[in-house]
């Protein structure tokens, strides 16, 4: 989902006002992001659009997805300096917001990985109105799946649809009307049901809110060719459990309602910018020391 300037300009006019006093000031400065705690990065390049709108000078030094250490430099930006304080607050949530969405996205990949190679962790559409492209995006950083983007990519047929409808009559119902490259998904609350789906024609069967054995009969009931998918209150401490049990998706509302925010701190001027280095240097330095002594020590043993 693309990011447009248009949302871009929303953002900043829903911070900046009518009368922005506090950041009127004079000349030109420079700025960094600047990691506070480890993680995975997203959405910086975003945020250097944020400061790009505003017409300054931004490079981002992370990539989505990669890895980052407490005391890195995610991004620089230079320019005016009322034009750097504006954007900042904005550059900074939305970096802080995404890198949160995909490091808990990774944590949550990484602990399926322990049970399954082969699981896949997807969202949900439970994201935050106006930023579900940010937070989608996000979710693929940290290496996880965006599952449907909105209500057109796929249809899925809930209890609601199956209380108004009956099962059988929805899914027939949605098969005429969906177009033959869009897939039928149908939520169960019991193992049972799933095969039932399967037979009245759902490409997936979404088992919702049941313990992983339950999950585990269920999809072992399923025919050849129907993907089965488990939701439904899954958490990083359980995923792993559920990853276990033989099922082909996970999604989880969590990575995006639950993710909580990676910190960044945003600094301006140049003797900032020698003071970070100096403290990254410093940190560096430490770490090399330590890992020589601890070498060392192997050595010698």
């Known amino acids: 989902m693309i990011i447009t300037s248009g949302q871009i300009e929303r953002w900043l006019r829903e911070d900046i006002g009518h ?3 506090t950041n009127d000031l004079p000349g030109d400065t420079t700025g960094r992001l600047v990691a506070k705690e480890s993680g995975t990065a997203a959405g910086v390049d975003t945020a250097a659009r944020v400061f790009e709108y505003l017409d300054c000078d931004t490079v981002a030094h992370v990539s989505p997805g990669d890895p980052i250490e407490a005391g890195d430099i995610v991004l620089q930006t230079e ?5 750097l304080l504006r954007a900042e607050r904005v550059g900074v949530n939305i970096a802080g917001h995404a890198s949160g969405v995909a490091t808990h996205t990774r944590k949550a990949v990484d602990r399926a ?9 997807a969202g949900t559409r439970k994201t935050t109105p106006g930023l579900r492209g940010l937070e989608k995006q996000a979710i693929v950083a940290g290496g996880g799946d965006t599952h449907r983007l909105d209500l057109s990519h796929m249809v899925l047929i809930k209890e609601n649809h199956i209380a108004e409808m009956g099962m059988e009559t929805a899914i027939e119902r949605f098969r005429d ?3 033959f490259a869009t897939k039928i998904e149908v939520e169960v609350e019991t193992p049972e049901a799933g095969p039932r789906a399967a037979e009245a024609g759902a490409d ?4 919702d809110n049941l313990a992983p054995a339950e999950i585990q ?3 072992e009931s399923l025919p050849s060719g129907v993907l089965s998918e488990a939701s439904g209150g899954i958490t990083i401490d359980d995923v792993a459990a559920y990853a276990d049990s033989g099922v082909d998706v996970i999604s989880m509302g969590s990575l995006t309602h639950s993710a909580v925010s ?3 701190s945003f600094r301006t001027g140049w003797a900032t910018l020698f003071a970070t280095l100096a403290a990254v240097w410093t940190q560096h330095t430490l770490e090399t020391a330590s890992a020589r002594a601890s070498e060392n020590s192997i050595l010698s043993a």
Not at 113 to 121: M, P
């Open 19 to 21: 009368d922005d006093v």
């Open 79 to 83: 320019g005016a300096a009322t034009s």
């Open 113 to 121: 990985r322990t049970a399954s190679e082969d699981v896949r962790i």
């Open 177 to 179: 009307r969906a177009s």
């Open 204 to 207: 997936i069967v979404l088992f």
């Open 217 to 219: 009969r269920g999809v």
């Open 262 to 264: 990676l910190d960044y």
